[in-house]
């Protein structure tokens, strides 16, 4: 596109077919239009990481969300594309930018059940398809039964509603885009069970030639959540070459002080590695990197299991 759509002020936004991911993109689609006045259009994008049967593990991670989007990018069939951030790679793509993160949702992991995890009964099923849950759920309590689930939240929440299972844990920030907030018995604090990098933030993405366009989206970016979300994701960089363990990571930025606090976990639970630190915010990135290797050194490395994503 872009000098020809911005002359014309409407904009693609290719977005996967999901009902949250749908909504999150309208949701981006509409804050810009209210800021700048663009007219935005949806073009939906089937991923294969919807369609496929298999375990999303087996496919080598969540980029199977991303690489349809991006590769509409890339052919000029959209303009701009809205990703989960948590779903991202941390490897860049050199033929994209991330123009804007706009201001993060709730961060935490829910869990949706009958009750909060203390009073669910000894052996009740609980069902979570990530590591990083599993591992700090057994933290918690190590006398529930961990079932991988798969499938969009609907289906997981369904396994509740028919009896299969006791509880799914959820992010808060999905939950909330597609309307099912009410379901929640228990939000996680960040303390007691670390989010991944990045969970509840969005990263609007567009070619990276594409001048004009990246300085109109940058409209919607929140310096604030870029900064934390920077710091989390230079930690998980930093972790995914010395450690095949679960890890969890929260940075906040009030403003003056980034905050980041991370945990790499063994998949049973029986050992953990947690550090904290604090700094300065346009050091997101040493902040992240700095904390893994200190991690590492602590042995995070050694914290075998499956991958986190
Ligand atoms: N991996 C799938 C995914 N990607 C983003 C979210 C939730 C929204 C977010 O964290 O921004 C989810 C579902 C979940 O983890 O419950």
Redesign the pocket.
Known sequence: MSGEALKLGVLRLGTRRSL?ATT?SGQVADRLTALTGHTVELVGVTTFGDVTKTQ?AQLGG?GV?VSALRDKLIAGDIDFAVH????LPTKPDPRVVIAAIPPR?D?R??LVGPAALADLPPGARVGTG?PRRVAQLRLLRPDLDYVPIRGN?DT?IGKVTSGELSAV???????G?IGRQAEISQLFDVDEML??P?????AVECRADDAALVELLAVLDDPRTRAAVTAERALLATLEGGCHAPVGAYAADDGHILNLTATVVAIDGARSVRKSTAGDPSAAMELGRDLAAAMIAEGAGTLMGERT?
Do not use: Y
Request: overall charge neutral; proline content about 6%; charged content about 20%.
């Open positions: 949250m999150q999303l969540t969300f989960s951030l948590k779903d949702d961060p992991d829910a990530s939240a997981r844990v959820l992010a808060a920030a999905g939950l885009r989010p991944a990045g969970q509840g933030a969005l994503h």
